[in-house]
């Protein structure tokens, strides 16, 4: 199957980057299925590239730019080996403290619509995209050939990833293996992974080095962790000496894995109490109770259409933050939608800092760690932004 582009809009494709839009295509030779591997021709029927067809705004996911290279067990073994190999250079693989880390990140590890997580010896894949939904067993198998012994188990979590118009019925379950053992070390501490029900593939592990930081600011101090999910903020909080920690979720399964995570660490700790309220209507009872703040929403615009209605809630969780942290207090505040720029998020902060009236100075600017890398020729995989802000 051959897609064949309008003139001119193979100038992206020429900078390597991994989508070709709806928009961009004059017309297709045959009839492609949705995940179909397709060869992308230029308006002058030369080759460009080749990836998975999808019905929708993003219409085709590169997968290779070379006309020879085809996309077979070999093809998915060498690109896992690389994402391996990356993740072995930047120390994240043999630490005898922690074996929780992204395996691969899609368009950032050159397999777009592709997600792997490492639990422990389980590792966890998630497919976006249909074409990847139909390669999961020979994937499957290639991680087992890169992985060898270090994994025992692979999860396919997808349910609710893929597009529901795909009629795919994607069902989550073991493609290997079968182990209910989900505790995994991040950084000496110990997470249940809900890989089974949990959202994403069980743990947010893009925060990994901003909880780390956390740690270091909370010691003697009164914090809250809103949006809590399963207490990570809360768990590197208590190792940081702070003086009381509460967790604050709208979700009473999210608390109960937040209790279950601080449990599994700090065992009949009462420095820690969480709550089950909706985030807004907590901040409006707390006074100045607290001098450092988590704000860790989720998605507020999962797409552009969106984005207005995102800006204006991030606008509002903040001022009330700034409204209620003590003087000298610290802001952990973050937004992970793709479709809301650092520059946007930063204006939106920026405007809630000025309204409430308080003194703010910038002391991080934050962004996901090395394990979830971002592709040069693919800048929109710069998804999670964040700010640590010092509030007189």
Same mark, same amino acid.
């Given at each position: #199957?051959?897609?064949?582009?309008?003139?001119? +809009?193979? !100038?992206?494709?020429?900078?390597?980057?991994?989508?070709?839009?709806?928009?961009?295509? &004059?017309?297709?030779?045959?009839?492609?299925?949705?995940? !179909?591997?397709?060869?992308?021709?230029?308006?002058?029927?030369?080759?460009?590239?080749?990836?998975?067809?999808?019905?929708?705004? %993003?219409?085709?996911?590169?997968?290779?730019?070379?006309?020879?290279?085809?996309?077979?067990?070999?093809?998915?073994?060498?690109?896992?080996?690389?994402?391996?190999? #990356?993740?072995?250079? $930047?120390?994240?693989?043999?630490?005898?403290?922690?074996?929780?880390?992204?395996?691969?990140?899609? !368009?950032?590890?050159?397999?777009?619509?592709?997600?792997?997580?490492?639990?422990?010896?389980?590792?966890?894949?998630?497919?976006?995209?249909?074409?990847?939904?139909?390669?999961?067993?020979?994937?499957? /198998?290639?991680?087992?050939?890169?992985?060898?012994?270090?994994?025992?188990?692979?999860?396919?979590?997808?349910?609710?990833?893929?597009?529901?118009?795909?009629?795919?019925?994607?069902?989550?379950?073991?493609?290997?293996?079968?182990?209910?053992?989900?505790?995994?070390? *991040?950084?000496?501490? +110990?997470?249940?992974?809900?890989?089974?029900?949990?959202?994403?593939?069980?743990?947010?592990?893009?925060?990994?080095?901003?909880?780390?930081?956390?740690?270091?600011?909370?010691?003697?101090?009164?914090?809250?962790?809103?949006?809590?999910?399963?207490?990570?903020?809360?768990?590197?909080?208590?190792?940081?000496?702070?003086?009381? @920690?509460?967790?604050?979720?709208?979700?009473?399964?999210?608390?109960?894995?937040?209790?279950?995570?601080? &449990?599994?660490?700090?065992?009949?700790?009462?420095?820690?109490?969480?709550?089950?309220?909706?985030?807004?209507?907590?901040?409006?009872?707390?006074?100045?109770?607290?001098?450092? %703040?988590?704000?860790?929403?989720?998605?507020?615009?999962?797409?552009?259409?969106?984005?207005?209605?995102?800006?204006?809630?991030?606008?509002?969780?903040?001022?009330?933050?700034?409204?209620?942290?003590?003087?000298?207090?610290?802001?952990?505040?973050?937004?992970?939608?793709?479709?809301?720029?650092? *520059?946007?998020?930063?204006? &939106?902060?920026?405007? &809630?800092?000025? %309204?409430?009236?308080?003194? @703010?100075? %910038?002391?991080?600017?934050?962004?996901?760690?090395?394990?979830?890398?971002?592709? $040069?020729?693919?800048? /929109?995989? *710069?998804?999670?932004?964040?700010? @640590?802000?010092?509030? *007189?």
């Amino acid at each position: #199957m051959i897609v064949y582009l309008k003139p001119g +809009k193979e !100038e992206s494709l020429k900078r390597f980057h991994p989508w070709v839009f709806s928009g961009a295509i &004059a017309r297709i030779d045959g009839k492609p299925e949705e995940g !179909e591997l397709v060869d992308i021709y230029t308006s002058h029927k030369e080759f460009i590239a080749k990836g998975h067809f999808q019905i929708g705004s %993003i219409a085709v996911r590169v997968l290779s730019f070379e006309r020879d290279e085809a996309i077979d067990r070999d093809f998915w073994r060498r690109r896992l080996q690389l994402a391996y190999r #990356m993740r072995c250079g $930047i120390g994240l693989t043999h630490l005898s403290d922690h074996n929780t880390y992204r395996l691969v990140h899609g !368009e950032g590890d050159n397999l777009p619509g592709l997600i792997i997580d490492i639990y422990a010896r389980t590792a966890v894949m998630q497919a976006h995209s249909v074409g990847m939904h139909l390669c999961r067993m020979k994937i499957a /198998e290639a991680l087992c050939e890169v992985m060898g012994d270090r994994i025992d188990n692979i999860y396919y979590k997808s349910e609710t990833t893929l597009p529901f118009k795909a009629d795919l019925y994607p069902e989550n379950g073991f493609l290997r293996g079968g182990s209910i053992d989900n505790v995994a070390l *991040e950084y000496g501490l +110990k997470f249940h992974i809900d890989w089974l029900k949990g959202q994403k593939t069980g743990f947010f592990i893009d925060q990994r080095e901003n909880r780390a930081l956390l740690e270091r600011y909370a010691h003697g101090r009164t914090v809250l962790n809103m949006f809590c999910y399963t207490g990570g903020f809360s768990v590197y909080a208590m190792r940081g000496n702070a003086r009381q @920690v509460h967790s604050v979720d709208s979700s009473a399964k999210a608390i109960d894995l937040t209790n279950k995570n601080v &449990a599994l660490n700090f065992l009949g700790d009462n420095r820690h109490e969480a709550f089950v309220e909706d985030a807004f209507k907590y901040l409006d009872t707390i006074d100045d109770r607290y001098d450092l %703040i988590v704000l860790d929403p989720p998605a507020f615009a999962k797409h552009r259409d969106a984005l207005r209605n995102a800006l204006q809630g991030y606008r509002k969780l903040n001022v009330k933050a700034f409204e209620k942290i003590r003087s000298g207090g610290i802001l952990f505040t973050f937004s992970c939608s793709q479709a809301v720029s650092r *520059e946007t998020f930063r204006t &939106a902060v920026f405007t &809630a800092a000025a %309204i409430s009236g308080r003194s @703010v100075r %910038i002391l991080h600017q934050l962004t996901q760690p090395a394990d979830h890398p971002v592709n $040069i020729y693919h800048p /929109e995989g *710069e998804y999670l932004k964040g700010l @640590v802000l010092y509030v *007189e």
